[in-house]
């Protein structure tokens, strides 16, 4: 077979400009982030009334609360008034919510309290913080900016019928988080999470715990799911590591009922903030949780490592994409969905 012969048959990956461009950046805001089911946070996090956080996403202020009648609420954290961001602080409990530029008070719900030097609380659109579509399933809380947007159980039909095996999840409590600046794109955090042909160079410890021989990627319609069992040859259920669509990542390890989500949520074309937190029954953790956290935690900051190395050669001029090996197929997929939401 000739040089030439066998160039055609290479499937290439998305240009390398696509990790570095302020443009498609911020094209894919609104074309995916806008539109798209996205972890916010869990339902621990907002168990009393007046409990609220807030968490951005691509470039979009929220609040999550639930008020006195036990709901939850989502809202853009931004003064109707003047457009001036409301709460600053990452969490906390509050009766009311106040615009510290002119006073302006919102209830638990986002709805209107007291607008100074105006007669009514009747002010049309402006009567409300806007609100945002909000669902809870397994206690995980997710947003989406598109109102339009069909459910989450609609989006996500076979992943639900998978998570619903794990009849634990709904009684674990987030325990710890941690948040991290990645000098990456969202896409290459994403793309070292779906393939594990690196594994056995830069995970030492992960490919000496699960069988790599027979490690699978399964693909579906906005998810996947990676698992393989120990190398010890134990008959515990299998670790199960889901991606899903556009930038939420899943784990459930062998043991104690357990979980870790990832948000990869983008700054800048080159740059993403990574949220990883625990979930356990108790938040008196066991000498066995705590080395499972130490574990996650070794695998992560050697994949950090790699992604900001792969970062910088995005924007050189040696290549301008990659191609996919036999077995990226997992990758390839995720390609495929960045291409459709992005027509």
């Known amino acids: 077979m000739s040089t030439k012969e066998h160039t055609k048959e290479l499937v290439y990956t998305l240009p390398y400009n696509h990790y570095v461009d302020a443009n498609i950046f911020e094209e894919e805001g609104k074309k995916i982030f806008f539109k798209s089911w996205i972890l916010a946070g869990h339902t621990s996090q907002v168990e009393k009334e007046g409990d609220f956080f807030t968490f951005d996403v691509a470039g979009q202020p929220l609040i999550i609360s639930r008020n006195k009648d036990g709901q939850l609420h989502a809202f853009y954290n931004i003064c109707p008034h003047r457009g001036t961001k409301v709460e600053r602080s990452e969490e906390g409990n509050k009766k009311v919510f106040m615009c510290s530029y002119h006073g302006w008070t919102f209830h638990l719900d986002g709805k209107l309290n007291k607008a100074p030097n105006f007669e009514t609380t009747e002010l049309g659109a402006h009567s409300c913080m806007t609100q945002v579509k909000l669902e809870v399933y397994q206690s995980l809380i997710f947003i989406n900016l598109d109102s339009e947007a069909p459910s989450f159980r609609e989006s996500y039909t076979e992943l639900v ?77 299998p670790a199960r590591f889901f991606w899903t669509w556009p930038n939420m990542m899943m784990s459930i390890y062998p043991g104690t009922g357990n979980m870790t989500t990832s948000q990869i949520l983008p700054i800048a074309p080159d740059q993403s903030l990574a949220i990883y937190t625990y979930y356990f029954p108790s938040d008196q953790l066991s000498e066995e949780e705590e080395e499972l956290i130490k574990f996650v935690d070794q695998v992560r900051e050697e994949d950090f490592e790699l992604v900001e190395l792969l970062q910088t050669g995005f924007d050189t001029q040696a290549f301008t994409r990659g191609v996919y090996s036999p077995s990226e197929h997992g990758l390839h997929h995720f390609h495929k969905r960045v291409k459709e939401a992005m027509k």
Not at 194 to 210: G, M, Q, V, W, Y
């Open 161 to 237: 019928e998978s998570l619903d095996r794990y009849t634990f999840l709904p009684s674990l409590k987030k325990v710890r988080t941690r948040k991290r600046i990645i000098q990456a794109n969202w896409k290459a955090v994403v793309d070292n999470y779906l393939e594990c042909d690196h594994c056995r160079i830069a995970h030492p410890a992960f490919s000496k715990t699960f069988d790599m021989k027979n490690y699978h990627i399964d693909l579906h319609d906005n998810y996947t799911c990676q698992y393989s069992g120990l190398v010890n040859g134990s008959t515990e259920e």
